[in-house]
């Protein structure tokens, strides 16, 4: 009989075992979405900072009447940059959507595989309600949509 209990112990741990290993993954996914969020966020400062403080420079230039017709385009290029800087907006709302929809998978797998807490009912976040908060996939001047 003690054999017999070892060998349910052991079945029965196995699923408690790979729920808290899924568990884990899912974490860690989410905690690695939170790093590129904050990466995402200081590189696209950075480059914003960049742009802005050129497009001033030659702003200064052509206001001066110290460039030639190439500065315009050199304007619109700028321009052009700072609009693709705006899918940070979009890759943000993905990302937190994306990190939201896993934390709420693993405390469901944490609620089912573990039970509810000796205070209660284990707090489960909601998943997103929204299946997705960005509807376009392509970006071009003025197409940009926020939420």
């Known amino acids: 009989m003690n054999e017999a209990n ?3 112990t052991g079945s029965s741990s196995l699923p408690l075992l790979a729920a808290a290993d899924l568990q884990d993954h899912l974490m860690t996914a989410s905690n690695d979405l939170e790093r590129l969020q904050t990466l995402l966020e200081h590189a696209c400062e950075t480059l914003a ?3 802005y403080g050129a497009t001033e420079q030659v702003q200064a230039l052509m206001d001066a009447g110290a460039v ?3 500065a315009h385009r050199l304007m ?3 321009g052009g940059a700072v609009t693709a800087l705006q899918f940070q907006d979009m890759a943000s709302q993905l990302i937190n959507h994306t990190n939201h929809r896993l934390r709420s998978c693993a405390d469901q797998i944490a609620r089912v595989a573990m ?3 000796e205070d209660g009912e284990t ?3 909601a998943p997103p309600a929204r299946p997705n908060p960005v509807t ?3 970006m071009d001047a003025g197409s940009i ?3």
């Open 115 to 117: 039970g509810d807490d």
């Open 76 to 78: 619109e290029q700028l």
């Open 145 to 147: 949509e926020l939420f």
């Open 6 to 8: 070892e060998q349910s």
């Open 123 to 125: 707090v489960v976040q």
């Open 68 to 70: 030639n017709g190439n």
């Open 49 to 51: 900072q960049s742009f």
């Open 136 to 138: 376009q996939d392509e």
